[in-house]
C-alpha cells in the first residue's frame, strides 16, 4: 500500500544546475499537485494536473515545469536552481480534486548552494 | 488577497485534556475545508473535511466545525495524547479546480 511516493528524500544541489523531483501514486488517482512548504509558512501550490495531458499552474510556478504523460507519475522539474527554491516540496494526489482530500507523500528536501 | 489564517501559532496542551485550534477563512465561496496534521519530517495527512452545507462533523476523537457566517473553522480533539503533538493545518478549496489554499499552521505540544 504505496499510496504516494517521492523521490529523491534528500537532495543538495548548486545554483544553477537542473534536476527532476519524482512523484508516483499507485491509488490511479486523476488530480496530482506539487506543493512547496517554507519555514514556517503553509504549503503553497506550484503546479497541478486534472488527468493525464493536463497541466496548469499554481501559486508559486515560477522556475518550474510539470508534465503529465500517465496517470500514476507527476515529475517535477528545477529547470535552473536558485537558493530561492531551497525548500521541502510535496507531491499529492486526489480522486477528483474537487471535494477529494488529497493524499501527500513525505516530501523531497532540497538544498540549493 | 483572500487567504486562509490561523488565530494562534502555538497551542499548548495537557495530555488529556481537550484542543481547540481555530482558523479563520476569507473566502466565502469555499465549498470544502480540510484540516491535516504534519508530523516532523513527515507529508501532511488527512485528519477530517467537511463540506460548506454542514456545520459539525465527527471523527475519531476529532469534531469539526464550520461557521460561515463568521468565517470560522475550528477542529476539536478529545483527550489529547502525546501522539497528537504536531503542526496542525486548515485548508479549503478555493476553485472548481480543486486547488488547495493553506493557512500558515499551529503548532500543537501535548504536555504530560
Known amino acids: 500500500n504505496a499510496g504516494v511516493t517521492q523521490t529523491p528524500k534528500f537532495q543538495v544541489l548548486k545554483t544553477g544546475q537542473s534536476m527532476t523531483l519524482q512523484c508516483a501514486q499507485d491509488?490511479?488517482?486523476?488530480?496530482m499537485s506539487w506543493y512547496r512548504q517554507d519555514p514556517g509558512m503553509g504549503l503553497r501550490l506550484i503546479h497541478y494536473?486534472?488527468?493525464?495531458?493536463?497541466?496548469d499552474q499554481g501559486e508559486v510556478p515560477n522556475g518550474y515545469n510539470v508534465s503529465r504523460s500517465t496517470t500514476e507519475d507527476f515529475p517535477l522539474r528545477l529547470l535552473s536552481a536558485a537558493p530561492s527554491q531551497t525548500s521541502v516540496y510535496f507531491c499529492?494526489?486526489?480522486?477528483?480534486?474537487?471535494?477529494?482530500?488529497?493524499?501527500f507523500g513525505d516530501g523531497t528536501r532540497l538544498s540549493i548552494l | 488577497g483572500e487567504s486562509v489564517g490561523l488565530h494562534l501559532p502555538t497551542l499548548s496542551v495537557q495530555e488529556g485534556d481537550n484542543s481547540i485550534i481555530n482558523c479563520a477563512y476569507s473566502?466565502?465561496?469555499?465549498?470544502?475545508f480540510i484540516w491535516y496534521k504534519q508530523e516532523s519530517g513527515k507529508g501532511p495527512q488527512f485528519i477530517i473535511d467537511?463540506?460548506?452545507?454542514?456545520d459539525k462533523r465527527q471523527g475519531q476523537r476529532v469534531t469539526v466545525l464550520l461557521n460561515k457566517t463568521v468565517k470560522h473553522l475550528s477542529l476539536q480533539i478529545a483527550a489529547t495524547q502525546p501522539g497528537d503533538s504536531a503542526v496542525y493545518f486548515c485548508a479549503e478549496i478555493t476553485d472548481s479546480w480543486g486547488k488547495l489554499q493553506f493557512g500558515a499552521g499551529t503548532q500543537v505540544v501535548v504536555t504530560p
Open positions: 467537511i463540506r460548506s452545507n454542514m
Open positions: 491509488m490511479n488517482h486523476e488530480y
Open positions: 473566502n466565502s465561496a469555499s465549498d470544502y
Open positions: 499529492a494526489s486526489s480522486y477528483s480534486g474537487v471535494n477529494q482530500p488529497q493524499h
Open positions: 494536473s486534472v488527468g493525464a495531458g493536463i497541466t
